[in-house]
């Protein structure tokens, strides 16, 4: 008698544990990137980029010509030079009407404006008081963020001007297994309108997607695949599931025991 009870509840655990491993199997089509790329195939792809200036990015910019003195009261500085420490130079952000404040020119919008066409903006706004004036432009607030199913979700700052969405994940140390790999979503801003666009990574034709190559603040998140979230599912019931299952084995250990 207590042997085939052993046996049957062996039987019922084996039983379970293969339904679950089954349950989370992933195939090879779910998580391949680029899987209809051929073997040295050669990709030209069309799909240019530049950054658009959006309302609230941070600007530094910063005006120099070859007589440093007449370029002074275009640059605004914070602090005295004092110590050999230098005065640190103050930024500009974009308002709500898409202009900055700049020095002597007042008002000035660039919203929608990639940073080369602002450069050329300044250079003419600037042309008559300065002689061959050299503007330099940098976009301090460039961050993305990777959330959902990666290895390393967070908010990544952007050191240079342009950056695609699989550099994005890679920042965040790639998808998890349980990561959706066809159905990965950006959520861009412009300018307080949200755009939400889904990209298939297991596709070349990824490279040709409109959020290809993200913008400032865009946020990436990959959506967990059903055996992500019936694990979560699970989770959230096992000690519940555990109780019961010890309950059921001290009670029936108890019958047996009982029926010697």
């Not at 544990?17 to 349950?23: C, H, M, P, V």
């Not at 004036?133 to 240079?160: H, S």
């Not at 990965?184 to 949200?194: A, H, Q, S, Y």
């Not at 059903?226 to 009670?251: G, Y």
Request: charged letters at 20%; glycine letters at 6%.
């Amino acid at each position: 008698m207590v042997q085939k009870n052993t046996t049957f509840y062996k039987s019922i655990y084996l039983w379970t544990i293969s339904i679950l491993l089954l349950s989370s199997c992933a195939s090879k089509q779910d998580i391949v990137y680029f899987q209809n790329a051929g073997d040295f195939e050669t990709i030209v792809s069309d799909n240019s980029h530049t950054n658009k200036f959006k309302i609230d990015d941070v600007l530094s910019i910063h005006v120099s010509t070859f007589d440093p003195q007449a370029s002074v009261p275009f640059n605004l500085f914070k602090g005295a030079e004092e110590g050999g420490i230098r005065a640190q130079q103050v930024d500009y952000i974009i308002d709500k009407n898409g202009e900055i404040d700049f020095p002597v020119l007042g008002a000035i919008k660039i919203v929608g404006l990639s940073p080369e066409e602002a450069k050329q903006f300044l250079k003419e706004k600037l042309s008559p008081y300065l002689k061959d004036a050299i503007v330099n432009i940098r976009l301090k607030n460039f961050t993305v963020t990777v959330l959902g199913e990666v290895n390393r979700p967070g908010t990544y700052p952007v050191g240079g001007e342009q950056i695609t969405v699989l550099e994005a994940i890679g920042l965040a140390n790639d998808l998890t297994i349980k990561g959706i790999r066809k159905n990965v979503m950006v959520i861009r801003d412009f300018n307080g309108t949200k755009v939400y666009t889904r990209i298939d990574l297991t596709k070349k034709e990824a490279l040709n997607s409109p959020v290809y190559y993200l913008t400032q603040n865009d946020v990436v998140y990959v959506e967990p695949n059903k055996s992500a979230v019936n694990s979560s599912a699970f989770d959230s019931r096992v000690s519940v599931w555990v109780s019961i299952a010890s309950l059921l084995i001290s009670s029936t250990v108890l019958i047996i025991t009982r029926s010697k």
